[in-house]
């Protein structure tokens, strides 16, 4: 039987997952092998230097350069707040006095007698990376992080917006097709995460953020919505480190596209559980997909979850995702995986592969125009 390799989207509702949580510098790490962490767990801190800010004293106080270490009423080391006086020059048998002040809270690291300036350090920021998922720490990264194991679903949307964010889920839509209303929303759904059919709006996202709702998991999005909500084109940059307030992970792609069935079925059984969803995506090289890990701890069949954990192959009858246009978004049955090479329309000779949407049309696609749903 014919069998290809392609990038896969993982819909697996059992399956062992594990995640590095990697500190962005080398600090502490907090956690040990074995530990059972909870998402919110810290498992590794460090703090990042702040941001220094050059104070020109020569230039303030007009004096020369090598003056300066005799002006100064701090030393280095010193911690001084911000408008509080650095250095004093005095004048006229010191009948004036001209004072410098600091720009900002910070220490002071360094004078120089050659430039004339000093350099105030703001505090260091501290950085802090907690489990995100709920499981246990199977590794520990000296002085960068860990690596935690959890048992769950596993469900990878085709793209999102937002960072790391964990909630609880709530299940708004009665079917996959069933667009997300401004009305459905509710004040107890602060800081949880809701769930839809096949669409957001922009006027749903920003009734979401005003009701403190942290994430949205939903089929599609509209294109000029999210050019709206974001304020700019996106493009082809990597997404995930935006400061919204909400996470965005849709599992189809853009416009009004019903959630497949697969992903509304157990996104629908998990109604109620705790989700860990990550908006991050990349299309280019490096592919990064938007996430959302539901913890199942409670169930202890890991011998399924390792039956189900799909390999990144493709043979008849294994269910695919078109990823471009014309189809864009519909999920698709293989039906034939030709071994010989075809042209197709821009002239070149790629391999291919016969699909079966759900219509019952058949249509004949280059192998990198789809992705495998592994469920």
């Given at each position: 039987m ?36 909870k ?36 030393a ?34 360094n004078?120089?007698n ?23 720490v199977?590794e520990?990264?000296?002085?960068e ?15 999102g ?38 669409l ?10 005003k ?8 089929g599609?999005?509209d ?9 700019y ?14 996470t965005?992970?849709t ?64 043979s ?60």
């Amino acid at each position: 039987m014919a069998h290809a390799y392609t990038p896969g989207l993982k819909v697996v509702e059992k399956m062992i997952i594990t995640k590095d949580r990697r500190l962005p510098l080398k600090g502490e790490v907090m956690a040990k092998v074995g530990d059972i962490v909870k998402s919110d767990t810290i498992v590794a801190r460090t703090e990042l230097p702040g941001n220094p800010e050059l104070v020109n004293i020569a230039n303030k106080l007009g004096i020369e350069a090598g003056e300066v270490p005799k002006v100064m009423t701090k030393a280095v080391g010193d911690f001084v707040k911000k408008d509080e006086q650095i250095a004093l020059a005095k004048s006229f048998f010191g009948l004036f006095k001209t004072p410098a002040f600091s720009p900002i809270d910070g220490t002071i690291e360094n004078i120089s007698n050659t430039t004339g300036k000093v350099l105030v350090r703001a505090p260091a920021i501290p950085v802090e990376v907690k489990g995100y998922i709920d499981g246990k720490v199977i590794e520990v990264l000296p002085e960068e992080g860990v690596v935690v194991e959890s048992f769950g679903t596993f469900i990878q949307g085709i793209f999102g917006i937002g960072g790391e964010t964990v909630g609880e889920m709530v299940m708004l839509a009665e079917t996959s097709e069933d667009p997300l209303r401004v009305e459905q929303i509710k004040d107890s759904m602060k800081g949880k995460v809701v769930v839809g059919g096949s669409l957001v709006t922009i006027d749903f996202i920003k009734a979401c953020q005003k009701a403190g709702i942290i994430g949205v998991i939903v089929g599609g999005i509209d294109d000029y919505d999210l050019r709206q909500f974001l304020g700019y084109d996106l493009g082809v940059a990597i997404t995930g480190s935006e400061d919204l307030g909400i996470t965005l992970v849709t599992t189809e792609g853009f416009g009004k596209i019903p959630m497949a069935d697969k992903t509304f079925g157990l996104l629908k059984k998990s109604n109620g559980r705790k989700a860990s969803i990550n908006g991050a995506t990349q299309i280019r090289a490096g592919v990064i997909r938007p996430e959302v890990i539901i913890p199942l701890l409670d169930l202890k069949d890991k011998t399924e979850s390792e039956q189900k954990e799909a390999a990144q192959g493709m043979s008849i009858g294994t269910i695919v995702r078109i990823i471009r246009d014309p189809r864009f978004g519909e999920q698709a049955k293989v039906v034939r995986l030709p071994v010989e090479l075809n042209v197709v329309q821009s002239e070149t000779k790629v391999r291919v592969l016969e699909v079966e949407l759900k219509d019952g049309t058949r249509w004949l696609l280059p192998r990198a125009n789809v992705e495998v749903i592994e469920l």
